[in-house]
């Protein structure tokens, strides 16, 4: 291993042998690891899993992200990619976390907000670092049931720190908005 | 090998970071300190807010001040080197070495009065990390990415609720203007900079406090004027929390929090 390979990330990986098969049965793994609270989504749908790199030192190296800092499903998450590389013959691995670039819900998958309408959570449709999003009520967010836009929000905060509570003015039910960041 | 630098190997650290950076330290303690008390203060409220919808909020905005607080002050402890984590930083310091501006220890009061407090202190975090996203301390640079979006939400919360209540009822009305005028000269301090906010300024790590205010009068002028509330005059001011010394609240509030770990010392969950 050359001192180039130790910049650049995707040299390590061709180098070392058999990596490419280790970081694709790891990325198999982490797809069956489901978000504590909305089980329904895969931490890789939703974005938190940045890379997965073999390491010079023959590690492999997973970077998560935090959705939110406070979160308590984090180090929930964390545990379970843990367990889950251990489980699944990658060898020695650790997991990094990564800060920047922030975590924003424009990351999550599309098969990831297909799953959250499904579940009955609305997806994000947009990033909410746009400025105009600084005040409430900026943009209408279609009812899940009825489809309606004619809906009003209850709370900007709702059960888990990445959802608010919505209600549709129309067909009167309530529902869930996974907030935009 | 010292005994300070057996510590900073034990911890990881490359030699260039062994140097201690006291201005640094107390810079980034500050932050720490800022997010860990209003997040406490905040907590407060669970429980007892005026509907369950607030008592949400009012929750998730102390859950991220305090996911901001470990952050910020793992890496104050990182910088000192001296193998205090977030934890001892948080639960075994005394009044007199914390670094909050005294608004963030002030009593919640009634709702309008924690709004209040709530977006004098949102709009400043968000003009802070909005800056220090450019950093020239990576480490810092990436905590602020994280936190700058946590905190335009904050505000987006607080400020709603404050041109809800200014522009609401007489009662309303009244109640969050009379804290506005009460909590108005402990902005001041928020803007007052010392030795070690100007060390950082000419290294290019953190910006110029007065560079800051104007673009917190700004937005916060903008939200008076929405909220039909009257900015107050400024007046003179002398707090230094950010140098230690502190309100009678903070004691009491930092009691309540140390509690667990100053009566079982070193109990875990």
């Known amino acids: ?181 | 090998m010292s005994a300070a630098n057996a510590m900073s190997a034990a911890n990881g650290m490359s030699p260039a970071t062994r140097v201690r950076d006291d201005d640094l330290f107390q810079y980034v303690l500050r932050m720490g300190d800022l997010s860990l008390v209003l997040g406490q203060r905040l907590g407060e409220w669970v429980g007892h807010s005026p509907a369950l919808e607030e008592d949400l909020g009012l929750a998730n905005i102390a859950l991220d001040l305090i996911g901001q607080a470990r952050l910020l002050l793992g890496y104050a402890g990182e910088i000192e080197g001296r193998g205090r984590d977030e934890d001892k930083l948080a639960f075994l310091r005394e009044q007199g070495e914390y670094f909050n501006p005294i608004l963030a220890e002030q009593p919640n009061g009634d709702f309008g009065r924690t709004i209040v407090r709530q977006v004098l202190i949102d709009a400043f975090q968000l003009e802070l990390y909005e800056w220090l996203t450019a950093s020239s301390d990576g480490q810092l640079a990436e905590i602020a990415a994280k936190a700058v979006k946590e905190t335009r939400y904050h505000l987006r919360y607080s400020g709603g609720w404050l041109v809800r209540l200014g522009d609401g009822t007489v009662e309303s009305r009244a109640r969050v203007s009379s804290a506005l005028e009460s909590l108005w000269s402990y902005t001041a301090e928020l803007f007052a900079e010392d030795a070690v906010d100007r060390a950082m300024a000419e290294r290019g790590i953190g910006p110029r406090l007065a560079d800051v205010q104007k673009a917190w009068n700004a937005r916060i002028d903008a939200l008076l004027a929405e909220a039909t509330l009257d900015r107050p005059l400024d007046r003179p001011y002398s707090w230094f929390g950010k140098q230690g010394a502190h309100s009678e609240h903070l004691g009491y509030m930092l009691a309540e929090m140390q509690y667990m770990q100053r009566t079982y010392p070193g109990a875990r969950w």
């Open chain 1, 1 to 181: 291993m050359n001192a180039l390979a130790l910049s650049d990330r995707a040299a390590g990986d061709a180098d070392a042998p058999g990596a490419a098969a280790r970081i694709a049965r790891a990325w198999a793994a982490l797809r069956d690891v489901e978000d504590p609270e909305i089980p329904t989504v895969s931490v890789v749908e939703l974005g938190v899993i940045r890379f997965v790199t073999a390491q010079p030192d023959g590690h492999l190296e997973v970077g998560l992200s935090p959705t939110y800092t406070g979160c308590p499903a984090t180090e929930v998450i964390r545990a379970l990619v843990e367990g889950a590389l251990a489980g699944a013959n990658v060898g020695a691995s650790r997991v990094v976390r990564v800060l920047a670039p922030a975590w924003s819900t424009d990351w999550i998958t599309p098969e990831g907000r297909r799953k959250l309408a499904e579940y009955g959570i609305v997806p994000p449709d947009h990033s909410s670092s746009s400025l105009r999003d600084l005040r409430p009520g900026s943009r209408p967010v279609a009812c899940p049931r009825c489809h309606s836009t004619h809906t009003e929000t209850v709370s900007e905060f709702g059960s888990t720190p990445c959802k608010a509570l919505l209600r549709c003015r129309e067909c009167l039910e309530p529902f869930e908005y996974f907030k935009c960041i």
